[in-house]
């Protein structure tokens, strides 16, 4: 037999809840955007000290780092993006891919980013369910690629290439490959299905297809 909270103790709860609610969103984000800041304010560093802000201002000005990083990454774009920019950035090249352990990393890097940044490819543009890591378990994956060559010529399937995010970091994961028949497409953007990962499922994207769910209370044992 359960004994009831008094109505004061219910109340109290409930608005401890409701602060909880309001701050513990603007905290997580006042960490986030201080760290990246910080972070991206490191970048000053490049800069000779007699020629930095702090020292011609004679105070610290948090998030002059973004600035520079901007600038920075606005004129090596320029630069990369003109005829002799591109020759330069080839024989770069070059020279990294003479590096053994570099050329690895820098190659992968190189692919990751442009396959994701450009928006070219067709990467991480579908979000998927599979049955990870045991059949009838689902989980929410993204598709990164789907013409796999010798993996599938040896396995003698088609199958797509998915990541598989772990939470509530969905920057680390694993790779997987799952025949295309066992993969379902969902509806969701991959905004909303990051949302959904880094909360632990508590935020669910809501569907344009209600009608479309099942009556499964109706299949429960007892109805």
Known sequence: MSIE????VKALRRYLVAGLLLWVPVGITFLVVRFLVRLMDQTLLLIPVHYRPDELLGIHIPGLGILLAFIVLLVTGMLAANFMGRRLLAVWEGVLDRIPFVRTIYGGAKNFAETVLSGQGKAFNKVLLVQYPRKDVWSLAFKTSEYLGEVQAKTGKDVVCVFVPTTPNPTSGFIIMVPRDEVIELDM????????IISLGVVVPRWKHPEQVPDLASKLPGN
Do not use: F
């Open 5 to 8: 909270a008094p109505p004061p």
């Open 189 to 196: 953007e991959v905004d909303q299905a990051l949302k959904m």
